[in-house]
């Protein structure tokens, strides 16, 4: 039989604020364990929560950017359930009343374009983490992230393929990076995604049985798990068997899936307003300041590029991918007009060297000024393209100015014509064959002699001079 994969995604992105959402306690990453608690986030009795304003700020500029209708009137409520990383008993989130529903972002694949709605966005705090060791008798409780401020963005069940998934997540976690509300590191923890799928008979209106999957921290191992998951129920609904509704685990080391638990409905979480917050009432002058202080995002600036630049749409979207290779790219096109060139050498040499130390463009040892002054040597002749490829590397981890490295290595391109002429006389009275088959016609013989005399000068010789003496030399 021939099924349809229907899929939805969940994300968890994790707020950039400061404090934790409903208390002051910090949100850094990696301290030591419970050092960032207080009664509130330890669920001690007595402790009262206050909503963390800066939050709220962050999901309605998110939801804007994601196309959202924001809520003027929303409110928190109570999730129960019970496990050792939840303190209180309960998660505090939204439920009947998101901050912002009903969007969208436009996704490209290889198949073209499609829009994926957002059915909503909402906030709500953080668990905390059990931590499991080997060989040792029990399990421990960290709580230092138990409260962080998450927003999690549900879509509805518009994708269809693993690769969808993947172009969904890029281009999600592009938006939040641009907006500067979440930091995208999925091996932190800051954005956490589980898609939900279920398989059905091609052509039936009525889904299947849907299951969720977690701990996926890589866009591979999102396509890996996805692509899993569709065998694997194919596999199960062919044999005449039947899904069962449950949350499933990735493993990486094995490449398949296993089950965690069954899958709770949202009664079963006997949501209610929680009663130590009262009604959030959003003013509407407010939030449309937001909406004009957004910033030009991916997509927009993607197109902006080819048009503006000239760029390739590959290149356009590369580039854009990152806010601040972006913006870099930018600076760098506006002080030396030949965006072609500039975007090869951000996406080439820069992007090797950057990869290769684990830095951020943001904090590039080799600045804007570097890049174009080292694209303005090639151009004007004062170095070959091959010298400036060459001691790329070094000029991004000396610190010195290409100026200084070509004058310490005598590498400056020898354009002269008299001292060119008398290297071209050279190279033609030890190549008299050459010189007579390139006369008689064959003029391919031209690149050996280039190659003769580039030899000769030791790399230094201008070769489009070279081509043009030697040319004139030969009639």
């Not at 999925?186 to 849907?210: A, V």
């Not at 296993?258 to 009664?267: D, W």
């Not at 009275?429 to 064959?442: L, T």
Request: hydrophobic share 35%; with cysteine; glycine share 8%.
């Amino acid at each position: 039989m021939i099924f349809e994969t229907v899929i939805g995604v969940e994300v968890h992105a994790q707020l950039r604020t400061n404090s934790k959402m409903f208390c002051g306690c910090g949100t850094t990453f990696g301290l030591s364990a419970n050092s960032q608690t207080c009664p509130v986030c330890l669920g001690l009795p007595g402790s009262l929560p206050v909503i963390n304003r800066t939050a709220v700020e962050m999901a309605v500029r998110a939801g804007l950017a994601l196309n959202c209708t924001i809520a003027e009137n929303n409110r928190f409520a109570r999730k129960n359930y019970f496990y050792p990383d939840l303190p209180k008993g309960y998660q505090i989130s939204q439920y009947e009343s998101p901050i912002c529903q009903h969007g969208w972002i436009e996704i490209r694949d290889d198949s073209g374009t499609k829009q994926i709605r957002i059915r909503r966005a909402h906030l709500e705090e953080d668990a905390g983490k059990n931590i499991h060791e080997t060989g040792t008798s029990g399990s421990r409780v960290d709580l230092n992230r138990a409260g962080t401020p998450l927003l999690e963005i549900v879509t509805e069940p518009d994708m269809r393929t693993a690769d969808e998934v993947v172009a969904y997540l890029k281009g999600l976690r592009e938006i939040l990076m641009y907006l500067d509300v979440c930091d995208g590191n999925m091996e932190e923890g800051s954005f956490r995604c589980e898609p939900n799928l279920s398989l059905r008979p091609s052509g039936q209106k009525e889904f299947g049985t849907k299951v969720e999957l977690k701990n996926i921290n890589s866009f591979k191992y999102v396509k890996d798990a996805v692509e899993y998951e569709i065998k694997r129920q194919t596999k199960v609904l062919n044999e005449g068997g039947k899904i069962r509704q449950e949350t499933r685990l990735w493993n990486i080391e094995r490449g398949e899936t296993a089950v965690m638990r069954s899958k709770e409905e949202a009664h079963d979480y006997r949501y209610f307003p929680d009663p130590d917050l009262v009604p959030l009432k959003l003013d509407d002058e407010w939030i449309e300041g937001f909406r004009a202080d957004l910033p030009e995002l991916p997509a927009v600036r993607t197109k902006r590029f080819v048009s503006d630049y000239g760029l390739p749409e590959y290149d356009a979207t590369i580039l854009t991918a990152s806010k601040g290779m972006a913006d870099y790219f930018e600076v760098c096109a506006k002080q030396f007009n030949q965006p072609k060139t500039v975007s090869n050498w951000v996406m080439g040499e820069l992007t090797r060297e950057l990869n290769n130390s684990r830095t951020d463009i943001s904090a590039s040892p080799i600045t804007h000024e570097r890049l174009v002054s080292l694209l303005q040597m090639v151009d004007k002749g004062t170095i070959s393209l091959k010298v400036a490829r060459e001691i790329f590397p070094e000029l991004y981890g000396s610190g010195k100015t290409p100026e200084q490295i070509v004058q310490e290595k005598g590498l400056t391109q020898v354009s002269d014509e008299g001292a060119l002429a008398k290297i071209i006389e050279e190279v033609l009275s030890k190549n008299p064959g050459q010189v007579a088959q390139f006369r008689e016609g064959k003029q391919q013989v031209l690149g050996f002699l280039v190659g003769q005399v580039m030899k000769a000068s030791g790399g230094k010789a201008n070769p489009g001079k070279v081509n043009e003496l030697l040319k004139k030399k030969l009639g």
